[in-house]
Protein backbone atom coordinates (compact mmCIF):
# COMPACT_ATOMS: atom_id res chain seq x y z
CA UNK A 1 0.00 0.00 0.00
CA UNK A 2 2.59 2.17 0.78
CA UNK A 3 4.36 1.60 -2.36
CA UNK A 4 1.42 2.13 -4.38
CA UNK A 5 1.25 5.50 -2.56
CA UNK A 6 4.65 6.20 -3.32
CA UNK A 7 3.81 5.35 -7.17
CA UNK A 8 0.82 7.56 -7.18
CA UNK A 9 2.40 10.69 -6.13
CA UNK A 10 5.09 10.56 -8.47
CA UNK A 11 2.80 10.01 -11.42
CA UNK A 12 0.91 13.12 -10.24
CA UNK A 13 4.30 14.59 -8.84
CA UNK A 14 6.98 14.79 -11.26
CA UNK A 15 4.62 16.02 -14.30
CA UNK A 16 3.18 18.87 -11.87
CA UNK A 17 6.41 19.92 -11.10
CA UNK A 18 7.90 19.97 -15.11
CA UNK A 19 4.59 21.88 -15.59
CA UNK A 20 5.89 24.74 -12.86
CA UNK A 21 9.28 24.65 -14.31
CA UNK A 22 8.81 25.09 -18.17
CA UNK A 23 6.19 27.67 -17.69
CA UNK A 24 8.77 29.65 -15.28
CA UNK A 25 8.32 32.67 -14.02
CA UNK A 26 5.89 33.08 -10.94
CA UNK A 27 5.24 29.40 -11.01
CA UNK A 28 8.18 28.12 -10.59
CA UNK A 29 8.66 30.64 -7.92
CA UNK A 30 5.19 29.63 -6.21
CA UNK A 31 6.79 26.38 -6.37
CA UNK A 32 10.37 27.11 -4.85
CA UNK A 33 8.13 29.32 -2.07
CA UNK A 34 5.75 26.71 -0.97
CA UNK A 35 8.68 24.15 -0.95
CA UNK A 36 10.82 26.61 1.17
CA UNK A 37 8.18 27.40 3.46
CA UNK A 38 6.68 24.12 4.45
CA UNK A 39 10.42 23.09 4.62
CA UNK A 40 11.00 25.67 7.31
CA UNK A 41 7.70 24.87 9.15
CA UNK A 42 8.99 20.80 9.39
CA UNK A 43 12.06 22.55 10.81
CA UNK A 44 10.44 24.10 13.44
CA UNK A 45 8.35 21.59 14.63
CA UNK A 46 11.34 19.35 14.80
CA UNK A 47 13.28 21.75 17.23
CA UNK A 48 9.98 22.00 19.31
CA UNK A 49 10.20 18.25 19.42
CA UNK A 50 14.00 19.50 21.37
CA UNK A 51 12.62 22.06 23.50
CA UNK A 52 13.33 24.68 21.89
CA UNK A 53 11.39 27.63 21.18
CA UNK A 54 11.61 29.08 17.66
CA UNK A 55 9.77 32.05 16.17
CA UNK A 56 8.56 29.47 13.58
CA UNK A 57 5.53 31.29 11.93
CA UNK A 58 7.42 34.80 11.21
CA UNK A 59 11.03 31.96 10.20
CA UNK A 60 8.14 30.08 8.07
CA UNK A 61 6.65 33.12 6.48
CA UNK A 62 10.56 34.76 5.85
CA UNK A 63 11.55 31.43 4.36
CA UNK A 64 9.19 31.40 1.84
CA UNK A 65 9.56 35.36 1.28
CA UNK A 66 13.23 34.73 0.46
CA UNK A 67 12.63 33.54 -2.88
CA UNK A 68 10.55 36.22 -4.23
CA UNK A 69 13.66 38.85 -3.19
CA UNK A 70 15.86 36.22 -4.74
CA UNK A 71 13.60 36.30 -8.04
CA UNK A 72 13.37 40.48 -8.22
CA UNK A 73 17.38 39.95 -7.83
CA UNK A 74 17.20 37.79 -11.11
CA UNK A 75 14.12 40.32 -12.67
CA UNK A 76 16.42 43.26 -12.62
CA UNK A 77 19.93 42.04 -12.25
CA UNK A 78 20.84 43.68 -9.07
CA UNK A 79 22.08 42.20 -5.87
CA UNK A 80 20.79 44.75 -3.23
CA UNK A 81 17.64 42.18 -3.15
CA UNK A 82 19.67 39.50 -1.85
CA UNK A 83 21.62 41.55 0.44
CA UNK A 84 18.56 43.18 1.53
CA UNK A 85 16.50 40.87 2.22
CA UNK A 86 18.73 38.84 4.26
CA UNK A 87 19.52 41.53 5.97
CA UNK A 88 16.18 42.14 6.99
CA UNK A 89 15.18 38.93 7.84
CA UNK A 90 17.64 38.77 10.53
CA UNK A 91 16.55 42.34 11.81
CA UNK A 92 12.91 41.05 11.91
CA UNK A 93 13.79 37.58 13.86
CA UNK A 94 16.15 39.86 16.38
CA UNK A 95 13.40 42.46 16.77
CA UNK A 96 10.70 39.60 17.28
CA UNK A 97 12.44 37.76 19.88
CA UNK A 98 13.06 41.23 21.59
CA UNK A 99 9.60 42.22 21.89
CA UNK A 100 8.09 38.68 22.18
CA UNK A 101 6.51 37.30 24.89
CA UNK A 102 8.79 34.47 25.67
CA UNK A 103 11.18 36.16 27.46
CA UNK A 104 14.83 36.54 27.97
CA UNK A 105 15.46 32.76 28.53
CA UNK A 106 16.79 30.83 25.80
CA UNK A 107 16.61 33.91 23.56
CA UNK A 108 20.50 33.02 21.99
CA UNK A 109 18.70 29.36 20.54
CA UNK A 110 15.69 31.04 19.87
CA UNK A 111 17.15 34.01 17.60
CA UNK A 112 19.89 31.13 16.14
CA UNK A 113 17.47 28.13 15.40
CA UNK A 114 14.82 30.73 13.69
CA UNK A 115 17.24 32.24 11.39
CA UNK A 116 19.08 28.86 10.34
CA UNK A 117 15.66 27.62 9.06
CA UNK A 118 15.01 30.95 7.05
CA UNK A 119 18.62 30.86 5.56
CA UNK A 120 19.21 27.25 5.55
CA UNK A 121 15.87 26.32 3.61
CA UNK A 122 14.93 29.67 1.96
CA UNK A 123 18.31 30.24 1.22
CA UNK A 124 18.97 27.10 -0.55
CA UNK A 125 15.85 26.36 -2.12
CA UNK A 126 16.28 29.43 -3.73
CA UNK A 127 19.35 28.64 -5.66
CA UNK A 128 16.35 26.80 -8.31
CA UNK A 129 15.54 29.99 -9.42
CA UNK A 130 18.88 30.52 -10.68
CA UNK A 131 18.98 27.64 -11.66
CA UNK A 132 16.10 28.09 -14.23
CA UNK A 133 15.82 31.90 -14.57
CA UNK A 134 18.80 33.36 -14.82
CA UNK A 135 18.52 35.82 -18.33
CA UNK A 136 22.05 35.07 -19.68
CA UNK A 137 21.13 31.81 -20.46
CA UNK A 138 18.21 30.50 -23.22
CA UNK A 139 14.80 30.05 -21.75
CA UNK A 140 14.82 26.33 -22.28
CA UNK A 141 18.84 25.81 -21.11
CA UNK A 142 16.97 27.18 -17.66
CA UNK A 143 14.07 24.20 -18.34
CA UNK A 144 16.67 21.32 -19.09
CA UNK A 145 19.32 22.25 -16.01
CA UNK A 146 16.56 22.58 -13.28
CA UNK A 147 14.71 19.52 -14.10
CA UNK A 148 17.77 17.64 -14.71
CA UNK A 149 18.89 18.40 -11.40
CA UNK A 150 15.47 17.06 -10.29
CA UNK A 151 15.64 14.09 -12.08
CA UNK A 152 19.45 12.89 -11.57
CA UNK A 153 18.90 13.54 -7.39
CA UNK A 154 15.87 11.37 -7.38
CA UNK A 155 17.91 8.76 -9.62
CA UNK A 156 20.54 9.15 -6.34
CA UNK A 157 17.51 8.16 -4.68
CA UNK A 158 16.24 5.17 -6.26
CA UNK A 159 20.20 3.68 -7.04
CA UNK A 160 20.53 4.13 -3.67
CA UNK A 161 16.98 2.32 -2.41
CA UNK A 162 17.59 -0.16 -4.86
CA UNK A 163 20.69 -1.68 -4.59
CA UNK A 164 20.67 -0.83 -0.42
CA UNK A 165 17.65 -3.38 -0.65
CA UNK A 166 19.61 -5.93 -3.26
CA UNK A 167 22.90 -5.85 -1.98
CA UNK A 168 23.20 -3.98 1.39
CA UNK A 169 25.60 -5.58 3.65
CA UNK A 170 27.63 -2.33 5.65
CA UNK A 171 26.22 0.51 7.29
CA UNK A 172 27.32 3.91 5.78
CA UNK A 173 25.95 6.05 9.13
CA UNK A 174 24.25 3.52 11.07
CA UNK A 175 24.04 6.07 13.85
CA UNK A 176 22.25 8.96 11.65
CA UNK A 177 20.76 6.93 9.23
CA UNK A 178 20.72 3.14 9.31
CA UNK A 179 19.28 1.70 6.91
CA UNK A 180 22.15 3.69 4.20
CA UNK A 181 24.76 1.34 3.34
CA UNK A 182 27.87 1.88 1.31
CA UNK A 183 26.52 -0.86 -1.75
CA UNK A 184 23.37 1.45 -1.79
CA UNK A 185 25.86 4.39 -1.98
CA UNK A 186 27.42 3.07 -4.87
CA UNK A 187 24.10 2.52 -6.40
CA UNK A 188 23.45 5.63 -6.17
CA UNK A 189 26.08 7.43 -7.57
CA UNK A 190 26.09 4.48 -10.78
CA UNK A 191 22.60 5.79 -11.57
CA UNK A 192 23.11 8.89 -11.11
CA UNK A 193 26.46 8.95 -13.66
CA UNK A 194 23.87 7.12 -16.21
CA UNK A 195 20.93 9.34 -16.16
CA UNK A 196 23.31 12.08 -15.80
CA UNK A 197 24.47 10.75 -19.52
CA UNK A 198 21.56 10.03 -20.94
CA UNK A 199 19.80 12.79 -19.38
CA UNK A 200 21.54 15.63 -19.68
CA UNK A 201 23.87 14.60 -22.37
CA UNK A 202 22.14 12.38 -25.09
CA UNK A 203 18.35 13.85 -24.39
CA UNK A 204 18.83 17.50 -23.34
CA UNK A 205 22.38 17.76 -25.21
CA UNK A 206 23.64 20.07 -22.49
CA UNK A 207 27.67 18.91 -21.97
CA UNK A 208 29.50 16.14 -23.35
CA UNK A 209 30.10 12.30 -22.13
CA UNK A 210 32.92 13.52 -19.80
CA UNK A 211 31.03 16.54 -18.31
CA UNK A 212 28.12 13.96 -17.68
CA UNK A 213 30.21 11.94 -15.68
CA UNK A 214 31.32 14.41 -13.03
CA UNK A 215 28.12 15.88 -12.96
CA UNK A 216 26.42 12.55 -12.11
CA UNK A 217 29.07 12.22 -9.95
CA UNK A 218 29.26 15.75 -8.07
CA UNK A 219 25.21 15.16 -7.54
CA UNK A 220 25.83 11.43 -6.84
CA UNK A 221 27.46 12.84 -3.71
CA UNK A 222 25.73 16.13 -3.04
CA UNK A 223 22.28 14.80 -3.08
CA UNK A 224 22.65 11.98 -0.13
CA UNK A 225 24.74 14.57 1.75
CA UNK A 226 22.00 16.75 2.27
CA UNK A 227 20.00 13.91 3.03
CA UNK A 228 21.83 12.98 5.82
CA UNK A 229 22.01 17.09 6.78
CA UNK A 230 18.25 16.35 7.37
CA UNK A 231 18.63 13.33 8.90
CA UNK A 232 20.79 14.85 11.81
CA UNK A 233 17.16 17.00 12.77
CA UNK A 234 15.01 14.05 12.38
CA UNK A 235 17.68 11.62 14.94
CA UNK A 236 18.06 14.72 17.64
CA UNK A 237 15.03 15.99 17.28
CA UNK A 238 13.44 11.77 17.87
CA UNK A 239 11.46 11.76 14.65
CA UNK A 240 11.28 9.03 11.80
CA UNK A 241 9.62 11.51 9.18
CA UNK A 242 9.87 15.64 8.75
CA UNK A 243 5.80 14.98 8.56
CA UNK A 244 2.98 13.49 6.94
CA UNK A 245 1.77 15.88 4.21
CA UNK A 246 2.71 13.69 1.21
CA UNK A 247 1.30 10.74 1.30
CA UNK A 248 3.93 7.33 1.31
CA UNK A 249 6.59 9.41 1.14
CA UNK A 250 6.61 11.58 4.75
CA UNK A 251 7.45 15.33 4.51
CA UNK A 252 8.77 17.82 2.25
CA UNK A 253 12.15 17.33 3.96
CA UNK A 254 11.90 13.74 3.54
CA UNK A 255 11.24 14.32 -0.37
CA UNK A 256 13.32 17.15 -1.44
CA UNK A 257 15.86 17.22 1.52
CA UNK A 258 18.42 15.94 -1.39
CA UNK A 259 18.04 18.85 -3.63
CA UNK A 260 18.91 21.18 -0.78
CA UNK A 261 22.93 20.05 -1.96
CA UNK A 262 21.48 18.90 -5.00
CA UNK A 263 20.84 22.18 -6.57
CA UNK A 264 23.58 24.30 -5.80
CA UNK A 265 26.11 22.10 -6.70
CA UNK A 266 24.55 22.13 -10.18
CA UNK A 267 24.02 26.20 -10.43
CA UNK A 268 28.23 25.59 -9.45
CA UNK A 269 28.93 22.92 -12.29
CA UNK A 270 27.11 25.13 -15.04
CA UNK A 271 28.87 28.34 -14.38
CA UNK A 272 31.69 27.14 -13.81
CA UNK A 273 32.31 24.04 -15.95
CA UNK A 274 29.81 23.75 -18.29
CA UNK A 275 28.27 26.89 -19.24
CA UNK A 276 25.41 26.33 -21.45
Request: proline share 4%.
Amino acid sequence: MNLLKRCLVAAVGIPAIYLLIRLGSWYVLLLVAVLAGLAAREFYSMARQKGLRPLAGLGTFLAAALPFFAFQALTIQSSIWISSSVSLALMAVAVAALIGSQGIEGAIARISVTAFGILYFGGLFSTQLLLRLDPAYPDMAGVNWLFLAYLVTWAVDTGSYASGRLFGRRKLCPVLSPGKTYEGAIGGVLLAIAASYFLGSVWMGLFGWAQALFYGLLIGIAAPTGDLVVSVFKRDSGVKDSSRLIPGHGGVLDRFDSLLFAVPVSVIFRYFISPV
